[in-house]
């Protein structure tokens, strides 16, 4: 892809849960401050690859990750990189909405106390919930329960929680199947505003969400080995009417998924 | 063509209404035993010792007189030696639970320790006064003191403190881990600033069962040397001690009334202490369970 500005870079991905491999030599490039979905059907492995980008699987025991992945340039699965330092650039909000049971102001905070933030939390509080387009709706009510949250809310609650330690990269594993339609489109409007300044990664099933929402595509797929690969990736505009492969052109059009 | 006559329908009809209430009946007649049991259990305790109770009981040593008796030391020993016992298997317990179920989880070393504690709790209270005597009392030193006995009931509760705690742990549901590593935390703030308050509840449940199970224990106590007659007050944690029960037994024993009624009152002296104990650790409960939910 010519005018792709990667911020991120897989280089012969595999990914094993002890000797059954699930992933397999996935190289795909995510562009910088552009939002690139991964689709596919369901057990191809699209969770798994999105979590390979933070070093999620590592919580795994049984998961073992072979090949690069390249964060601008640097080696996230090199031999010394700690987890932990790079969690916080590469945030993640996941498919069920998990709020700590904290008041609202705490759930914002937890990630800058943890991470040993010196400054004002409260300006920093403020402000991510200003970015997740919440804040006009829980200004009041800062100090309750994150629970009492509709969930929607609750959503952008884990993606105010995420903002707060000023990630580079949003990674979204189906944030939106648990929600209603009209939640679901506040996220959406709310992804397009930060596509501006965050890169960001959506793994969904919702083809017509991919295709509404994001720049660039990627279709993984299993075949009987059930092994997940990629199939192709390209401008979303062009893999939605046009794609290059027959088998796209299958899930997208409805003849399997 | 019936192949039911409606006779027949009716009498099977009328006899599952019987069974129907007769269960319940003798449910309700259960419970009504139990509690009435536990109920003449307390008015008897309340009437025999409740006079007795008043400002020179609680503050008096024991006695060969009945009317002088009281249970300063006793009270005293029961309380010292139950917050030995009490702090020592929370951080024990709630420790040992911890490595087990998130630093350990899915080990065979876990599997073997879980099996092992779960066996520890059915063993008989005389076993761990004997084994108290051996390591505290003898191989440490600690005399047959305060400390002592504190640490071998410590022993006797620990199971129950890892059994509740490791419940309550593994109760923490895992999308609440997972977001907090998400945002950059190392496991130690994974397990400090969202395992243990949500895990918190369940614990206190354990501490409450592990109190109330070490107050009322007598044989352990009386294996590893606790004192039935003690004219003075524990003034160290080094220093030689008697308990409750201990007290209570050894007035039952006299035959006269006047200690009859003065084993009463220390049941009930016990009792109230046990309630206080209690309440106090429903209190920390509640406070961590109804702040977020």
């Known amino acids: 892809m010519q005018n792709l500005d990667p911020i991120l ?61 390249l964060f601008d340039g640097l080696d996230l699965y090199g031999p010394d990189v700690d987890p932990t330092e790079i969690r916080y650039l590469i945030g993640m909000v996941f498919q069920r909405p998990n709020p700590f049971p904290k008041s609202i102001y705490d759930n914002v905070a937890f990630g800058p106390r943890i991470n040993g933030f010196k400054g004002d939390i409260e300006e920093v509080v403020v402000r991510s919930l200003h970015r997740a387009a919440l804040w006009d709706e829980v200004k009041d009510r800062l100090k309750s329960s994150a629970l009492s949250l509709s969930g929607g809310q609750q959503q952008r609650l884990c993606i105010a929680r995420a903002l707060a330690v000023e990630p580079r990269v949003i990674l979204m594993d189906e944030p939106c199947s648990a929600l209603d339609p009209i939640a679901t489109l506040a996220i959406e409007e709310l992804m397009r505003e930060l596509s501006e300044h965050y890169s960001i990664i959506i793994v969904t099933h919702n083809m017509q969400q991919a295709a509404r929402v994001s720049h660039y595509t990627a279709f993984l797929m299993v075949e009987e080995s059930r092994v997940g690969f990629m199939v192709e990736f390209g401008e979303s505009r062009q893999i939605f009417t046009n794609p290059e492969d027959e088998r796209t052109e299958a899930y997208i059009t409805g003849r399997f998924g | 063509m019936a192949v039911i006559s409606q006779t027949d329908f009716q009498t099977r009809k009328a006899r599952r209404k019987w069974m129907g209430r007769a269960f319940h009946g003798l449910c309700l007649l259960s419970v009504c035993i139990a509690l009435g049991m536990l109920a003449l259990l307390l008015a008897y305790l309340l009437i025999q010792g409740v006079t007795r109770i008043d400002w020179s009981f609680l503050t008096s040593f024991a006695s060969r007189h009945p009317e002088q008796a009281g249970i300063k030391a006793a009270m005293l020993g029961s309380i010292y030696v139950v917050i030995v016992a009490g702090v020592v298997a929370f951080t024990l317990g709630v420790s040992t639970a911890l490595y087990l179920e998130e630093y350990a989880a899915r080990s065979r070393f876990a599997r073997i320790a879980k099996l092992n504690i779960a066996n520890l709790a059915g063993v008989p209270s005389i076993v761990y006064g004997i084994l108290g005597l051996e390591i505290f009392v003898r191989s440490l ?14 022993l006797l509760v620990l199971p129950i403190v890892i059994v509740a705690a490791s419940e309550a742990i593994r109760a923490v549901p895992p999308s609440l881990r997972e977001g907090s590593y998400a945002l950059g935390a190392t496991r130690w703030q994974v397990i400090w600033y969202m395992v243990i308050p949500q895990a918190f509840p369940g614990i206190m449940t354990g501490m409450i069962l592990a109190v109330s199970r070490a107050i009322g224990e007598t044989a352990p106590l009386i294996a590893m040397g606790a004192l039935t007659f003690v004219p003075f007050t524990p003034d160290s944690p080094f220093s030689r001690f008697t308990v409750l029960p201990i007290q209570i037994f050894n007035w039952t024993s006299r035959p006269q009334e006047g200690f009859q009624e003065a084993a009463a009152a220390g049941i009930i002296v016990l009792l109230v202490i046990l309630l206080v104990l209690n309440a106090g650790a429903v209190f920390l409960r509640n406070r961590f369970q109804n702040k977020w939910e």
């Open chain 2, 141 to 154: 030193s600690m005399g047959q003191s305060v400390m002592a006995g504190g640490l071998t009931l410590a």
């Open chain 1, 9 to 69: 870079q897989t280089r012969g991905l595999n990914v094993y849960y002890d000797t059954k491999k699930v992933v397999t030599d996935v190289n795909l490039d995510v562009a910088r401050n552009r939002i690139t979905a991964i689709i596919g059907p369901s057990g191809c492995g699209k969770s798994t690859l999105l979590r390979c980008f933070n070093r999620m699987n590592d919580l795994i025991p049984s998961a073992r990750v072979e090949g690069q992945v």
